[in-house]
């Protein structure tokens, strides 16, 4: 177990269809976040909550809403995806400490196919 | 930008040898450094990390190693299982403060251990 949860495995929606991917993380983190690793390109980080406020966006489309209601728990709502929007999406979480560096941990992700 | 990138995209080592994995990186402020093992249909798995004011950290069985002078990092595997048969990946830290907000990943490294 990784300490990150994410759920469900595996998605397949239609482009006009609206889901959500959710991640839980059991490790007490105060930081959480959204990647996106596609096939043969380094991961890419599409949201970043650190206290539960959002820190940074990386002008990822509007079609991706992100929700943190607590420190445990992240979602990311998908409305009118495209195909090129298939992908593997990480959650992760880490413990940020003012002056100290630490890892992110990751879940095993939400394998999403757009049709 | 600046980036991280890996010298090899494959690797191919008989089992119970050394694996060496080797990263470059290329933005002289990055001060922490991360690598990641990722096995099929998993997250990214944190492996080890290593600081800038560090040129040498070990864990169990894996050993990594950093020259700021030529911004080369490497991921030192001994006595190699086939169970560690994965991609490996390392990140860059750029931020400042006590963030991983701007944590930078490389492609990725194919190791595979032959029996």
């Known amino acids: 177990e990784t300490g990150v949860t994410q759920t469900p495995r595996h998605l397949v929606m239609g482009m006009t269809n609206k889901k959500s991917l959710k991640c839980e993380q059991h490790l007490g983190h105060n930081a959480m976040y959204w990647y996106k690793q596609s096939a043969k390109k380094p991961l890419e980080l599409m949201f970043v909550?650190?206290?539960?406020?959002?820190?940074e966006n990386n002008s990822v489309p509007s079609r991706f809403s992100p929700e943190c209601p607590n420190s445990s728990h992240l979602f990311l709502h998908l409305h009118t995806l495209q195909p090129e929007d298939s992908a593997l999406y990480l959650c992760a979480s880490s413990q940020v400490t003012a002056g100290l560096r630490s890892p992110l941990h990751f879940g095993n992700g939400t394998r999403l196919t757009v049709t | 930008g600046e980036s991280v990138g890996l010298h090899l995209p494959t690797l191919s080592v008989q089992e119970g040898d050394n694996s060496i994995i080797n990263c470059a990186y290329s933005n002289s402020a990055s001060d922490y450094f991360i690598w990641y093992k990722q096995e099929s249909g998993k997250g990214p798995q944190f492996i080890i990390d290593i600081r800038s004011n560090m040129d040498k950290r070990q864990g169990q069985r894996v050993t990594v190693l950093l020259n700021k002078t030529v911004k080369h990092l490497s991921l030192q595997i001994a006595a190699t299982q086939p169970g560690d048969s994965a991609v490996y990946f390392c990140?860059?830290?750029?931020?400042?403060?006590?963030?991983?907000?701007?944590?930078?990943f490389g492609k990725g490294t194919l190791l595979t251990v032959n029996p």
């Open positions: 990140a860059e830290n750029m931020g400042g403060g006590g963030s991983n907000y701007k944590l930078t």
């Open positions: 909550y650190s206290l539960e406020e959002r820190v």
